[in-house]
């Protein structure tokens, strides 16, 4: 179950960039110093940590997050984790929620590129985030000024302790093949979303992710709307290309899918997501409003003839949520 909640203090590379260390797209970890409390895999998890008073397990206290024992002796612990697709990485969230007495009193980050399969003992790793101080229950938004590509990361903890949530945001370095098929509004492509205009009960990044949603929970959800107009959201797409396929899912939203949707669509090839809100309004129209139903994947290819497109803007009438949103193309050039 993904429930996540929305953080207003969180950074903008939050919300338009990919999670790089989310399971759904494949992240994985793959090694660690020691994860004795806490399996270091929970760390990834696309939810929000939970603490559950009163639940212990084979070894102690049970966490929601990679934990490991009280060190007694020199060094610190660490943890590799293997990211979903080799990519640039601009920002990274360190979450320590509901660890208060064993959260870790500092961290950094590393990173290495691997050709072929995982690092090993003669890797090369070159520091991400220098050594930056922890509190308890509490997010840790860094921004990273690297524009080199990185297929794994290792999170150094200060001795031990428990870190609930990893999060690493950046852009996967796809090279889509020009007049390949592809799915051009694919988070794991490179697509990502530029902005929106509500993201009350979910955000909308949660569109572009791989498979069909778990819950309700897992999907873009605008509050109830109490004023004209529509709710919305503007893609970057993978990759330059022709859309020739839409599929809109609705996916265990029943009582509160849209009534209808369209798209608008255009070649921007510059522009600050500010500047493409404001030009959204007036592209044209790829696909006309169409009627939606409840939890059900709606297939739509009598679509405007563009030509080749870079964004989307995604209209929703009047509100509601939408669980994924594929857009199948042909990669053009640029």
């Excluded at 008073?53 to 943890?79: F, I, L, Q």
């Excluded at 938004?141 to 080199?148: E, L, Q, R």
């Excluded at 999170?155 to 390949?180: E, W």
């Excluded at 970057?236 to 020739?244: E, K, S």
Aim: proline share 7%; net charge negative.
């Amino acid at each position: 179950m993904a429930v996540v909640t929305l953080d207003p203090d969180a950074p903008d590379f939050t919300r338009h960039f990919t999670n790089l260390a989310d399971p759904r797209l494949g992240a994985e970890t793959i090694a660690c110093s020691d994860d004795f409390f806490a399996a270091m895999a929970r760390m990834l998890a696309p939810d929000d940590p939970v603490f559950v008073p009163g639940k212990y397990d084979t070894h102690g206290k049970w966490m929601d997050g990679w934990e490991s024992r009280r060190k007694r002796g020199p060094g610190n612990d660490w943890c590799v984790v293997r990211l979903a697709r080799a990519a640039t990485i601009v920002g990274v969230d360190i979450d320590t929620r509901h660890f208060t007495g064993n959260y870790p009193p500092g961290a950094s980050l590393e990173a290495c590129h691997c050709t072929h399969g995982d690092p090993d003992a003669d890797t090369l790793w070159t520091p991400l985030l220098p050594t930056v101080a922890l509190q308890g229950n509490a997010h840790h938004y860094h921004t990273i000024a690297s524009n080199a590509v990185w297929t794994h990361v290792r999170l150094s903890i200060y001795p031990d302790g428990g870190i609930a949530r990893l999060r690493v945001y950046g852009r996967p370095a796809a090279n889509p093949i020009v007049g390949a098929e592809l799915d051009l509004a694919a988070a794991i492509n490179g697509a990502h979303v530029v902005a929106t205009n509500n993201e009350h009960f979910g955000r909308a990044a949660t569109l572009l992710l791989p498979g069909r949603g778990v819950n309700m929970g897992d999907g873009w959800e605008t509050r109830r709307r109490r004023e004209p107009g529509n709710d919305w959201c503007v893609v970057a797409l993978a990759a330059p290309g022709i859309i020739h396929r839409v599929e809109v899912d609705t996916a265990h939203f029943k009582g509160n899918y849209p009534d209808a949707c369209s798209l608008q669509a255009a070649h921007m090839p510059s522009g600050t997501p500010q500047s493409l809100v404001t030009q959204s309004m007036f592209w044209p129209e790829l696909l006309a409003p169409q009627k939606l139903q409840m939890d059900a994947v709606q297939s739509f290819e009598e679509l405007t003839k563009l030509g080749v497109v870079t964004h989307v803007r995604f209209n929703i009438f009047p509100d509601g949520g939408v669980s994924r949103l594929r857009l199948f193309g042909k990669v053009a050039s640029a």
